[in-house]
């Protein structure tokens, strides 16, 4: 059942072909509908290039000055004693471009040092973080049901241990007989 949709399709097609062209510049093939004619790309105008004339940021005297500030800030901050073991906190306060390298040096004063540890209390710390985290990820998967434990009375294991070996050794008996 098509319904009134399809009526008269084709006609309405053709009339709606013979009508004029659509304002976007692109006629509809009459053979072809699906695929519009190609018609002359309007150009586009010229544009200046700006930029071909500035010179880059990275370039200025100005912008020069500045990146080597920072870094002599930067560099005379991590090279203080006082940013021993207290290198978080400088690499915050060096953020702070309102502070000085001797007021970033002077607020880590203020800091206690980190604690340094030797290699073997290193390694020792990496195995109880890999430990801990093991068991973590253990405690969280649950255990495993491999049925080892179906049987909870004692008796019961036993006998079917008994059974199973008597079976075992009754095989072995019986290919003596026939040999």
Do not use: C
Not at 74 to 83: G, M
Not at 108 to 134: C, I, T, V, W, Y
């Amino acid at each position: 059942m098509t319904g009134r949709r399809f009526e008269n399709f084709s006609k309405r097609v053709n009339e709606r072909l013979s009508e004029d062209p659509p304002a976007d510049g692109l006629e509809v093939s009459p053979t072809q509908p699906d695929e519009p004619e190609e018609a002359d790309p309007p150009e586009a105008p010229e544009k200046e290039n700006e930029m071909s004339e500035e010179t880059p940021v990275e370039q200025t005297d100005a912008y020069q000055a500045g990146f080597k500030a920072a870094n002599d800030r930067i560099n005379a901050v991590f090279a203080h004693e006082n940013t021993t073991g207290r290198e978080a906190h400088a690499a915050r306060l060096i953020g702070r471009a309102s502070l000085s390298a001797d007021e970033v040096v002077a607020e880590l004063a203020h800091f206690p040092k980190a604690e340094q540890l030797s290699e073997d209390q290193q390694q020792r710390a990496a195995e109880a973080g890999g430990r801990a985290e093991m068991l973590s990820a253990m405690e969280e998967a649950g255990n495993a049901d491999l049925g080892a434990d179906r049987d909870t009375d004692a008796s019961t294991s036993k006998r079917r241990t008994s059974a199973r070996w008597d079976k075992a050794n009754a095989k072995i008996e019986s290919g003596r007989k026939e040999n």
